[in-house]
């Protein structure tokens, strides 16, 4: 079975909006050859409405760029999870909107033949993949920056979420960052 790793940034102080404001000074080599493995491991990518908005209107210029990281990320199927974006909204290539029974679309994808589903950045659709156990690698790229600012909704736990997860692997890279991987704690004392 397929899984599902989320990619999230997070400062030391566990914000994750507005990333672009401070990781990119963080973003050398060693961060470069660590993404592009993730996305060549993956071939489809999992995002809610608006990550989904965001990338679409930026990936498909930056193909000279990026090169082949571009054109993976163009070409893999984009899976989209909303109730509220349209069809004729849905432009970036290879597009499927979930909108009905998430939980259970999700289970069906992850049962297709395939490499890993990948998820970029942890909102509602990563909360919901917890609470249904169907998010299977959490991997934090932890800056080393305190933002110092930002509201409860800025952060990656909100009130009243709350999960086990187990270290599985750490990955340090040359600015600094360190990219913890964990997998849910399924022991029966969780």
């Known amino acids: 079975m397929r899984k599902i790793i989320n990619s999230t940034y997070i400062s030391l102080d566990g914000v994750i909006e507005n990333p672009h404001l401070w990781t990119m000074k963080y973003f050398g080599e060693g961060a470069a050859a660590y993404a592009r493995e993730l996305l060549f491991s993956c071939d489809a990518l999992l995002n809610g409405r608006l990550t989904y908005e965001a990338f679409a209107q930026t990936w498909p ?3 000279e760029q990026t090169g082949d990281f571009g054109v993976r990320m163009n070409t893999l199927p984009h899976y989209v999870v909303s109730t509220s974006l349209k069809e004729d909204q849905a432009t970036w290539a290879n597009t499927t909107i979930i909108r009905d029974d998430v939980p259970a679309a999700l289970v069906r994808l992850k049962e297709e033949p395939g490499q890993d589903i990948l998820q970029y950045g942890f909102g509602d659709v990563s909360r919901l993949l917890v609470e249904h156990d169907l998010l299977d690698e959490l991997r934090l790229w932890i800056h080393p920056v305190i933002v110092g600012t930002g509201t409860p909704s800025d952060l990656l736990a909100r009130e009243g979420f709350a999960s086990a997860w187990n270290l ?8 600094g960052v360190i990219v913890a991987t964990f997998t849910p704690d399924r022991s029966e004392e969780s």
Not at 168 to 175: E, F, G, M
Request: glycine share 0%.
């Open 168 to 175: 599985a692997d750490t990955t340090t890279l040359d600015t």
């Open 61 to 63: 210029s930056m193909e």
